[in-house]
């Protein structure tokens, strides 16, 4: 195995260990968010003076709990797309050309070659690389292990994953929000402040036909519940309402007040009930006394459990828009920092698991990532809307980014909602349009 790994692949095991920003070898710290290492000179006079540092995790990297989470921090081995044939996962390392190769390229342009198996070499090159380096190596940093990990880069081939299916127009002027509700209905909000939640009936290949209206309510999210009740909060409103039974006209409910909090987003699964909290008054800048929280109810709308703060007592997010939780029962969620700005958090156990910021291929100073909605798929992949750049960014559970297609390539702009339905297939709604558009996905 020492064989295996050059000396310059060491010495970028052993470049972790100096400063990030300066190359100072006086390693103290490092932030969690932008995932770099600084010494104590970087951490105030670079560091600080970013905008939303105030939400920044940073942490001593001699800290036991440093070491405990960044060992918990390892690369999604299991969707790694081939480079050769994109619709394909890489299943082997290829020794012999120090590739991570797909089922395809073993029978032909690696036909012969000696493989090994992907988990073990990964392993065994990261130990190794602990064992003569650091034990605080985070893993999702060591993209040099194989060839073709740096390959878990910005692919723009939309068309080769996105396949438009069907179009459903809603009739609304502005699109909001929409969630499936079963195989065969499909509820949708209207933007803003506009005072109207619809539901529509789905016939598959055909067009949608009005449900049910409920009027004259700002809503601003909602779900279904495990119990089949339609979740919803609303505009300057302290209280998480449940309509069960709606086709017969039976009054709304409130299940939870949380006063003097105003309720935002709201996701259901499995008999819990997750909703987002906020202060009274403007959502930003925040303050020392903002109130921003994550609050988990059962089904009958008891708290379990309130989620603000790490260890460190350091606020873990700003303004949560969304939410939704993956395949590993991590709540994942759109945390706003700024009114054209935001990142995905993944929280674990009331513990930060890792942050997203979006992709530098096309997120920058000039095109901030604005994530809007969160969807996650049966491989256990996270789909994020970036509504302001046209995109779809896709994460691993390790919140990795696999892969980012720009939505307009197939003529969708501002994505802003998304949902999946039972055959697998993604829901997008538009900002400036009354469509759903109904997409299947290939390698998400």
């Not at 993956?326 to 958090?345: A, F, K, P």
């Not at 000039?366 to 960014?393: C, M, R, W, Y």
């Amino acid at each position: 195995m020492a064989d295996a790994l050059t000396n310059s692949v060491i010495r970028k095991a052993q470049v972790i260990q100096t400063c990030q920003l300066c190359k100072s070898p006086s390693l103290k710290w490092k932030c969690l968010d932008c995932e770099i290492f600084m010494c104590d000179k970087c951490k105030v006079n670079v560091h600080a003076i970013v905008k939303t540092v105030i939400s920044h995790t940073i942490l001593d990297i001699n800290d036991a709990k440093f070491s405990g989470s960044s060992n918990q921090l390892t690369v999604d081995l299991g969707h790694i797309p081939c480079k050769e044939h994109g619709k394909q996962f890489c299943c082997v390392h290829c020794v012999t050309c120090e590739k991570l190769v797909c089922p395809k390229c073993l029978t032909s342009s690696h036909k012969g070659h000696d493989v090994a198996d992907m988990e073990t070499t990964y392993d065994e090159r990261l130990q190794y690389l602990r064992n003569h380096g650091s034990v605080n190596i985070n893993p999702r940093a060591m993209t040099f292990l194989f060839g073709s990990l740096q390959e878990l880069k910005l692919s723009c081939q939309s068309k080769d994953v996105l396949k438009l299916v069907s179009t459903f127009d809603t009739e609304c002027p502005f699109f909001n929000r929409h969630i499936m509700h079963g195989e065969a209905s499909i509820w949708v909000s209207l933007s803003g402040f506009k005072k109207h939640l619809r539901l529509y009936e789905i016939e598959i290949d055909s067009t949608l036909s009005l449900k049910y209206e409920y009027k004259n309510k700002a809503v601003y999210d909602f779900a279904m519940s495990s119990a089949g009740s339609l979740l919803f909060t609303r505009y300057a409103d302290t209280r998480l309402f449940s309509l069960k039974d709606i086709n017969v006209g039976n009054e709304m409910k409130v299940l939870y007040d949380f006063e003097p909090l105003q309720p935002r987003a709201v996701y259901a699964k499995d008999g819990c009930i997750i909703v987002s909290t906020k202060d009274n008054g403007f959502s930003f800048p925040l303050y020392n006394h903002s109130k921003r929280q994550v609050v988990v109810l059962d089904n009958n709308g008891k708290e379990r459990l309130q989620i603000e703060t790490d260890s460190q007592n350091k606020r873990m997010f700003s303004l949560v828009y969304r939410i939704a939780v993956n395949s590993e029962n991590d709540i994942i969620v759109v945390d706003g920092l700024s009114v054209s700005t935001g990142r995905i958090v993944c929280l674990r156990n009331e513990t930060l698991k890792w942050t997203y910021d979006g992709n530098p291929k096309i997120n920058n100073e000039q095109n901030f990532f604005n994530p809007l909605d969160i969807a996650t798929t049966s491989a256990g992949n996270i789909i994020v809307a970036d509504e302001k750049n046209n995109a779809l960014h896709v994460l691993s559970n390790a919140g990795v980014v696999l892969m980012c297609c720009k939505t307009n390539d197939i003529n969708i702009t501002f994505p802003i909602s998304l949902d999946i339905d039972s055959k697998g297939r993604l829901l997008v709604g538009c900002r400036r349009d009354s469509k759903i558009y109904v997409l299947e996905l290939t390698g998400c």
